[in-house]
């Protein structure tokens, strides 16, 4: 049985940082591309970054380039999303996916597998 599950999350003041980890088992974690989307109050699950499976691409949503990094350690099964700079805006559940053999996308139709989120509030 495949499981995701997302740790890292937390209140933090607007300008601080959080480093997100989702643990993956079950799958062979090398051969998935992995996601971050989150989900705000009252809003659509949005994308956030992509990685593919071999790690050379990467992909983010416009508002969060150069202040978001995904990253992966194929040795510990996890990937991790370093927040830097937050933003009030930037509050909301965060979940991780997996896409077997995933270049990066940023369509949650496209990935096969989810964790159940870690809340994210950042306060001005």
């Known amino acids: 049985q495949v499981q995701l599950v997302e740790t890292g999350g937390g209140l933090v003041q607007a300008g601080g940082s959080l480093r997100l980890s989702c643990a993956a088992s079950?799958?062979?974690?090398?051969?998935?591309?992995m996601g971050w989307f989150r989900q705000a109050p009252r809003k659509e699950r949005e994308f956030v970054a992509a990685?593919?499976?071999?790690?050379?691409?990467?992909r983010y949503l416009d508002s969060v380039k150069g202040r978001f990094a995904i990253s992966r350690d194929n040795a510990k099964n996890t990937v991790y999303l370093q927040m830097n700079s937050l933003k009030p805006e930037d509050t909301a559940v965060y979940y991780c996916a997996a896409r077997q053999w995933g270049r990066t996308s940023d369509y949650a139709g496209d990935y096969d597998h989810w964790g159940q989120g870690t809340q994210v509030n950042v306060s001005s």
């Open positions: 079950g799958l062979t974690f090398r051969n998935y591309g």
């Open positions: 990685l593919s499976w071999s790690g050379g691409g990467t």
